[in-house]
C-alpha cells in the first residue's frame, strides 16, 4: 500500500480541484477572480485541470485598477486569449475619470475606489453568487483564520466573528438570495508550495517576477517601477537602472521591487529560502493602517 | 555559483516529494500551546525577520511574556479583537516545512465553550498534540480533548506533557501522568498514543532531544511529527466515487469528475452507478495530463465509462462486490455547532458527500457529558453538545460508518431559515431498520386518517422562509390600491418571498362572479377573500389584497378571520378630489346616478384611524420599511 501516496503538492492540487468543482456544482453563476499574479496563474491552471478535457464552465474577471503594470495587461490578453477563457475587465469609471490615482489620492483612497469598490460593483453588476479568489492563509496573519468558502453578506461584508463551522470536505454552499461567497482554493498553500508546483508544471507567469535591468525610483520608502508617464516628474528624475524584480503584483506605484539577480524558478526559490522579507512587505496597502487588512477584508476587498 | 543552482533544483526536486500532515493542537493559553507552535514555526525556521520584527513591536504592547523574551504565542492569534481580548477564539490554520514534511496545524483553542471549534479544526487531521501541564496532569480538559479527538476518528496522539522545566525535569511526574493518562484512554479507541516531555518555553525535546530530560530516550516532538507513518490511514479497501460533476465537453465524451473518497480503482475495472445499481467497467480515468491507469485517495480525477449510462451529481460509483450502505434511516453521533438551540422539529438540509437533501431528528438516544463520558436523556442540544441521534433523510443517502471510513461517514446539518451550518455528524455502523424509532408512526396515520395534516404551518414558514400574513389595502376607488399591490407583489417576489395578490376585478371575475355591488354582496365577497386568505395564510404565503373595503365594521370582521397577528392595514391617504382626476369616469358616472355605491359619492367611507401605514401615491417610497419589516 505505501505506493499509494501523493506528494504534499499533488494532495494540494488534489483538494484545490475538488473545491473548484464544487463551485461550480452547487453555484448557479460563478466567476473567478483574476489579478495576473502568481498564485491566480496557479489557480487558474487548476481550473482548467478541474474540467479537462473539457472547457471550464466560468469567466475569469480582472478588477483592473489602471495602475497595473503593463506587462501584466500584455499577459493577461495573451493568456486568455492562447487558453480559451472568457475574460471579463472591469473598471471604476466614474473614479478613473476623476483621475483617481495612487500618486494624487494616496494608496488608501485608491486600494478602496479602484479596487475595493470596482470588485463589488462588478459583482453586483454580473449577479455572480461565487466569487473565486487566490488568497493563501499564510500570506498574513488575519488570513489564517478565514474559510475556503467565505460567506458575504448583502452588502459583501465579512464577518470574522460568525463564520461557518467547515468540516471534513463538506462545503455548506447555502445562500440566500443577494448574499454570496468568495471561494480560496489555494487556502492550504504556502508561498514555497506555490513556486514548486508553478516549476512543476511549467506555468506561464508575468516576467516582472524574474529579474531583469529595470527603470525603478524610491517612492515612500521602496522601490518603485517607472512604468509609464503618470509618474510625478520629481521621480522619474531621480531614477536609475537597476537589476530588479517583483515579488507580488499589484498597482505598479504600490509595489515595491527587490534588489535581485534571481531570473529562474530555482533562484528565486533559493533567493526567498534566504530571504530577510515575508512577502507581503513589499506592497505599500497593508501598512497604511493597523490591522489594516482585516478591515479591508470586512469591507469587501479580498 | 554552478554547483549552487544544481545543490537548489536537487533541492527542488527532492522538496517536490515530501508529503503532507495535517495535525491538530488542543489546550489554552495556561497550556502554552500558543508558545508550543509558535516555536515550532520559529524553529524550523518558517519566519522570516519581517515577521519576527513585527512581532517585538506587538510585544512590547500586549505582550504576556516577560520582559526581552520573545512572546511566540503573539505569533499566532490573528484578529484583532481577539487579540485585545487576549485569547484565540476560532480555528487557525498555520503551515510550515521541514525537508521531510509540510505540515498544516489546525490550532485550536482549548475550552469546553470552543468544543465546536476543535471538532472543526480536528476534522481533517491526521494527529493531534493533546497538551498537558506537567504541574497537574491529567484533567477533565485532557479527558475531554481525548474523547473529541477519538470521537472523530484521529488515528495517532501525541500526549505532549508541557512545563517539565517546572517540575525540574522529573521522569517520575512524567511516568506517573502517562500511566493516568493510558488508564482512562483505553476506554475510547486511539490506536497510536505517543507521550513526549517537552518545555515549550525552553525549547526542551520540541525540535532538539533535551540534555536536561537524559532519561527520556524517544524522539522528540517534531522528529516524531516528521516519521510518523499516516500512509495506512486511509482506507484503499473500499472504493466509493462521488460524482461531483458530470463534464460533457462534446458529444462523444461524458465523463465523471470527482475525488477518490476511498479505494483504488483502475482501468478496465468493473464498477457499478448506485443507486441505479448499472453497471458498467472504467474506460478511461482522465486527468490534465492525460489518461493514467490507477487512482486512489485524494486523488480528483474524471472516470468515463464503456456503456453509457445516466449517472448525475449525489450518485456514486462504487465496485459491484463492495457497496455502502443505502437507506434514508441511520444512526449518528452528533455534535451541536449553532449558537441557536436545537429544535428538534425542524427539517434540515443534510450534506453528505456531494448529496443534499432534506433531513429529520427522528430520535435522541442520549448525549454525552464531554468531560465524564456520562450518558442521559436529552429532548435536544444546545451548542458544543454532543449524542448519538437518529436520523431519516427524504432521499436515501449511500454512507458507510464514519469509523470504516471517514468521507463517506461524515455529514452537516444545515438550518434551512438561517443557512448556518448548524451540526455535524459521524454515521454509526448501520443498525437493523427495524430497530429505529421513526417519527412517522401509529399516531401520526391517525391523525392524517382524521384529517389532519401532518405538516404544520410553522414548517411551511420555515421552508418558505416566511410569516404567511394579509397586506391588506384599503381606500377610495382612484386612489392607487392596486398599483400599489402589484408593486408590493414584486418587490417581495424579488426578496425572494411567495407572495400572491388578490384584488376586486380577479375576485369578481371567478369567485365572486354571482354577486353584486351592494352593501350586503360587498360585505359577503370581502368574507370570501378573507377567508382565501387565510387559508393561504396557513401555507405560509403572503397575500396582498387590494379592495375599497369602505366599512370600518367589514374591515373588522376581515381581520378576525384572517387573525390580528397576520393582518397588516394599509390605508391610501389620497383625497376626494385627487381621487376623482385618476378615476374621472367612474366618478361622473356615480355623480350622474348611473352607478351606485361609489364610496365618497353615495356611501360613506371609513376613514381607518388603525391603519399600520399610511401611504400616498406620490410616495410609494414609504413601503420600503414595511417590505423590510417582512
Known amino acids: 500500500m505505501s505506493d499509494y501516496n501523493l506528494s504534499h503538492l499533488r494532495q494540494l492540487e488534489a483538494e484545490s480541484i475538488h473545491i473548484i468543482r464544487e463551485v461550480a456544482a452547487e453555484f448557479e453563476n460563478p466567476v473567478m477572480l483574476y489579478s495576473i499574479g502568481k498564485d491566480s496563474s496557479v489557480m487558474v491552471r487548476l481550473a482548467e485541470k478541474a474540467f479537462a478535457p473539457g472547457k471550464v464552465p466560468f469567466p475569469l474577471m480582472h478588477i483592473d485598477s489602471k495602475w497595473k503594470f503593463k506587462e501584466m495587461i500584455d499577459f493577461r490578453e495573451k493568456y486568455a486569449k492562447e487558453h480559451g477563457w472568457t475574460l471579463i475587465v472591469e473598471y471604476n469609471k466614474e473614479a478613473f475619470e476623476e483621475g483617481v490615482g495612487p500618486f494624487s489620492h494616496g494608496s488608501k483612497v485608491h486600494t478602496d475606489l479602484m479596487k475595493t469598490q470596482a470588485l463589488l460593483a462588478a459583482l453586483k453588476k454580473h449577479g455572480f453568487d461565487a466569487a473565486f479568489g487566490g488568497a493563501r492563509r499564510d500570506e498574513e496573519k488575519s488570513r489564517a483564520k478565514e474559510r475556503i468558502y467565505s460567506f458575504r453578506d448583502k452588502f459583501q461584508q ?145 | 555559483m554552478e554547483k549552487n543552482k544544481l545543490n537548489i533544483k536537487e533541492f527542488l526536486d527532492r522538496d517536490e516529494q515530501k508529503d503532507l500532515l495535517r495535525l491538530l493542537t488542543a489546550g489554552s493559553v495556561d497550556d502554552g500551546k500558543s508558545t508550543l507552535i509558535g516555536r515550532l514555526l520559529y524553529d524550523s525556521k518558517k519566519l522570516y525577520e519581517d515577521q519576527l520584527d513585527a512581532l517585538e ?38 503551515y510550515f516545512s521541514t525537508n521531510k514534511r509540510k505540515f498544516i496545524i489546525a490550532d485550536t483553542p482549548g475550552h469546553e465553550q470552543y468544543t465546536r471549534n476543535m471538532i472543526t479544526g480536528g476534522s481533517t487531521a491526521n494527529l493531534a498534540i493533546i497538551l498537558v501541564d506537567a504541574r497537574t496532569g491529567v484533567i477533565t480538559q485532557t479527558k475531554r480533548h481525548t474523547f473529541l479527538v477519538s470521537l472523530l476518528g484521529i488515528k495517532h496522539v501525541v500526549l505532549a506533557i508541557n ?98 473518497s476511498s479505494g483504488i480503482i483502475k482501468k478496465g475495472d468493473e464498477v457499478m452507478a448506485l443507486p441505479s445499481g448499472k453497471k458498467s467497467k472504467v474506460k478511461g480515468i482522465h486527468t490534465y495530463e492525460g489518461e493514467i491507469n490507477e487512482a486512489f485517495p485524494p486523488m480528483s480525477v474524471t472516470l468515463t465509462l464503456e456503456d453509457e449510462i445516466d449517472i448525475s451529481r449525489g450518485e456514486m460509483i462504487v465496485k459491484p462486490e463492495n457497496q455502502p450502505s443505502i437507506d434514508r434511516h441511520f444512526e449518528a453521533m452528533l455534535v451541536w455547532m449553532d449558537e441557536e438551540a436545537m429544535d428538534p422539529k425542524k427539517h434540515f438540509f443534510i450534506k453528505h458527500t456531494t448529496n443534499v437533501t432534506k433531513a429529520r431528528i427522528d430520535d435522541i438516544r442520549y448525549k454525552v457529558n464531554v468531560n465524564t463520558l456520562e450518558q442521559s436523556k436529552a429532548d435536544h442540544f444546545e451548542l458544543n453538545e454532543i449524542g448519538r441521534v437518529v436520523i431519516t433523510t427524504n432521499k436515501p443517502l449511500l454512507f458507510d460508518s464514519y469509523k470504516k471510513n471517514k468521507s463517506t461517514g461524515a455529514f452537516i446539518l444545515i438550518d434551512p431559515m438561517t443557512n448556518n451550518t448548524c451540526a455535524v455528524g459521524m454515521i454509526i455502523e448501520k443498525l437493523n431498520n427495524k430497530d429505529l424509532p421513526s417519527r412517522i408512526n401509529d399516531i401520526n396515520r391517525e391523525r392524517a386518517q382524521q384529517g389532519e395534516s401532518l405538516v404544520s404551518t410553522r414548517e411551511r414558514e420555515e421552508r418558505l422562509g416566511q410569516k404567511g400574513q394579509t397586506l391588506w389595502i384599503t381606500g377610495l376607488a382612484g386612489s392607487g390600491k392596486r398599483e400599489l399591490a402589484y408593486v408590493l407583489e414584486r418587490r417581495l417576489f424579488d426578496e425572494g418571498k411567495t407572495v400572491v395578490v388578490l384584488e376586486g376585478s380577479m375576485v369578481r371575475a371567478g369567485l365572486s362572479n354571482e354577486l353584486d355591488f351592494t352593501s350586503t354582496d360587498i360585505a359577503e365577497n370581502l368574507r370570501r377573500v378573507a377567508h382565501v386568505c387565510n387559508i393561504l395564510n396557513a401555507q405560509g404565503v403572503i397575500t396582498v389584497c387590494a379592495f375599497r373595503s369602505p366599512d370600518e365594521s367589514i374591515r373588522e370582521q376581515v381581520r378576525d378571520i384572517i387573525g390580528k397577528e397576520r393582518f397588516t392595514l394599509i390605508y391610501m391617504d389620497e383625497s376626494l378630489e385627487d381621487c376623482k382626476k385618476c378615476d374621472e369616469d367612474l366618478y361622473r358616472k356615480a355623480e350622474e346616478g348611473l352607478i351606485d355605491d361609489v364610496p365618497g359619492v353615495d356611501t360613506k367611507y371609513d376613514v381607518p384611524q388603525d391603519a399600520d401605514y399610511k401611504i400616498k401615491k406620490s410616495n410609494f417610497e414609504a413601503i420600503e420599511e414595511l417590505i423590510r419589516r417582512i
Open chain 1, 158 to 302: 465579512w464577518d470574522p466573528k460568525n463564520q461557518r463551522p467547515e468540516l471534513w470536505d463538506i462545503y455548506n454552499a447555502k445562500v440566500n438570495k443577494g448574499e454570496s461567497i468568495r471561494v480560496f482554493p489555494l487556502s492550504n498553500w504556502t508561498e514555497l508550495d506555490i513556486w514548486q508546483y508553478i516549476r512543476l508544471e511549467n506555468i506561464p507567469i508575468v516576467p516582472l517576477y524574474y529579474a531583469k535591468e529595470r527603470l525603478v525610483t524610491e517612492y515612500e520608502g521602496t522601490k518603485i517601477l517607472v512604468d509609464d508617464d503618470r509618474m510625478p516628474k520629481e521621480f522619474v528624475d531621480k531614477a536609475k537602472m537597476e537589476m530588479v524584480r517583483f515579488r507580488t503584483l499589484g498597482c505598479y506605484p504600490l509595489t515595491g521591487a527587490i534588489s535581485s539577480e534571481a531570473a529562474t524558478i530555482e533562484e528565486i526559490v533559493e533567493e526567498m529560502m534566504t530571504t530577510t522579507k515575508s512577502e507581503r512587505s513589499t506592497r505599500v496597502i497593508d501598512f497604511d493602517q493597523e490591522a489594516s487588512m482585516e478591515q479591508k477584508k470586512r469591507e469587501g476587498y479580498f
Open chain 2, 57 to 94: 513591536r506587538d510585544s512590547k504592547r500586549v505582550g504576556n511574556a516577560g520582559a526581552g523574551e520573545i512572546d511566540y504565542a503573539l505569533l499566532l492569534d490573528g484578529l484583532k479583537a481577539e487579540r485585545e481580548q487576549g485569547i484565540t477564539i476560532d480555528v487557525a490554520y498555520r
Open chain 2, 163 to 260: 512545563k517539565m522545566d517546572l517540575v525540574d525535569y522529573s521522569q517520575e511526574v512524567f511516568d506517573s501522568i502517562v500511566e493516568d493518562y493510558k488508564s482512562f484512554v483505553t476506554r475510547l479507541d486511539i490506536p497510536d498514543i505517543k507521550p513526549i516531555p517537552i518545555s515549550a518555553l525552553k525549547g526542551d525535546n520540541v525540535v532538539e532531544r533535551s540534555e536536561n530530560m537524559a532519561w527520556y530516550n524517544g524522539e522528540s516532538l517534531l522528529e516524531f511529527l516528521e516519521n510518523v507513518h499516516i500512509g495506512a490511514d486511509y482506507n484503499y479497501e473500499d472504493f466509493r466515487y462521488p460524482v461531483q460533476y458530470v463534464l460533457r465537453p462534446n458529444l462523444d465524451f461524458r465523463g465523471f469528475s470527482g475525488k477518490v
